[in-house]
């Protein structure tokens, strides 16, 4: 792990990345990354998160900064300028069952092929999917996902990098920091290596490769 | 009463003690306000949390502390926080007792659309069909008719949320269940005759039968 300053963090991020982003509805995603994408002026990414916020919020930034080619989510319904450049400026909008969603990457951090899910069968979800019958039950193979990096917003980091996350604000954080080659983390609070118990350890330290502090 | 108390304070009776419920936005939202006293029951966030409260007072939101729709919550004494997969295993899993959700459109065999109106409306099914497709029961919560326009319907126009049928429909008018893949009418709200939901229902209902055992 190596700490970083924010724009340089940034910096190593081309344009056309595929990036993971921490958050549901803006709680627990990276602001101070999506504040310096913007800034910085990156161009055609895609992102895979739950959701893109609400304008001005979290992901929400890239959308209006209009950075975005590509978005997988489960959700875009509380971000209208989402749905407004789906339908007029060619965004393109991969919608995934939430819970489908969250496996695909868990599977991409695993080293597994995919997963199979009941959810989705006999919905448009399943259009193009290939059906596996189990034991007499429908499922739908759903393929793993990874991505160029991760931008994670954690509560505690240490000096190592081991991480824990606050509440609501953990939700697919720990999930993306298995599923890319970089994982840059926000820290909201930088501690002594002790202070997070073993057991207490979400994310281990291994897993971090850059980590800005007190954002 | 207004529509959505009716609705809110029917669904709290299907409650029990124990149980680990799921609320969607909107109408399944306002159950929380009417679980019977002295009754324990395990609210969901999918947003990672068990033992979600009610809004906090003024001032003391906190902002890792949310509900699906990223407004603040509380946390009550004995809540849990874990991530997203972990929060989709218990309600794909079957660890989920109960889940109230809101509709577009539901028919007569009790499957539900909810997530999108082609051409119009694309919000993303976000959790929904994990939910229905893997809550021990479900239970829709919605007003019986949108515009004057039957929700209850012959067969859904919407694209389905599951191929699983949904277990209750509760309305302002009325309470529906599905035993075998049947809309059946299992009682009318106060004040409400039977003609009036027939009237407002565009599925085949099937009619309490007041002598069955």
Not at chain 2, 19 to 30: K, R, S, W
Not at chain 2, 132 to 139: D, H, N, P, S, Y
Request: hydrophobic share 45%.
């Amino acid at each position: 792990m190596r700490m970083i300053a924010l724009d340089e963090a940034v910096a190593s991020i081309p344009d056309g990345a595929t990036l993971m982003v921490g958050g549901f509805m803006g709680v627990g995603t990276p602001e101070p990354l999506m504040d310096e994408l913007v800034r910085q002026g990156r161009r055609e990414l895609t992102i895979v998160a739950n959701d893109t916020a609400s304008p001005g919020v979290g992901i929400g930034k890239l959308v209006t900064a209009k950075a975005l080619r590509r978005v997988v989510a489960s959700h875009i319904g509380l971000n209208p300028e989402t749905q407004k450049q789906m339908m007029e400026d060619g965004l393109q909008v991969e919608l995934v069952p939430q819970g489908t969603l969250v496996e695909r990457i868990r599977a991409g951090g695993c080293g597994l092929g995919g997963v199979l899910t009941p959810t989705g069968i006999g919905t448009v979800v399943e259009n193009g999917k290939r059906k596996i019958e189990v034991e007499g039950r429908e499922y739908l193979l759903e393929t793993a996902l990874q991505a160029d990096f991760a931008l994670v917003q954690a509560f505690l980091c240490d000096y190592l990098g081991n991480l824990t996350y606050a509440l609501t604000g953990r939700n697919f954080n720990p999930l993306i920091a298995m599923a890319a080659r970089t994982v840059m983390v926000c820290a909201e609070h930088v501690v002594l290596v002790g202070v997070i118990a073993p057991d207490h350890v979400v994310t281990p330290a291994p897993l971090v490769d850059y980590v800005i502090a007190r954002c | 009463m207004d529509p959505q108390t009716i609705i809110a304070r029917r669904i709290a009776r299907e409650l029990r003690d124990g149980m680990l419920v799921n609320l969607g936005i909107g109408i399944p939202t306002l159950v929380a306000n009417y679980v019977p006293a002295g009754m324990h029951v395990f609210f969901q966030s999918e947003n990672g949390l068990i033992g979600t409260g009610p809004v906090p007072e003024q001032g003391m939101a906190m902002r890792w502390l949310t509900d699906a729709g990223g407004k603040p919550v509380t946390a009550l004494p004995g809540a849990s926080a874990f991530d997203s997969a972990m929060s989709f295993a218990l309600i794909r899993g079957g660890h989920l007792d109960l889940t109230v959700l809101g509709g577009l459109q539901v028919d007569q065999q009790g499957h539900l659309a909810n997530w999108m109106v082609p051409g119009k409306m694309v919000p993303g099914m976000g959790g929904a069909m994990d939910l229905v497709t893997g809550a021990k029961r479900v239970i829709v919560a919605m007003q019986h008719t949108a515009k004057g326009r039957p929700k209850i319907v012959r067969e859904c126009s919407l694209p389905l949320t599951s191929t699983r049928p949904v277990d209750l429909i509760v309305t302002e008018l009325a309470v529906i269940a599905f035993p075998e893949a049947r809309a059946t009418l299992v009682e009318t709200a106060e004040g409400v005759s039977v003609e009036e939901v027939r009237a407002a229902t565009e599925a085949e209902l099937v009619l309490p039968q007041p002598n069955a055992a």
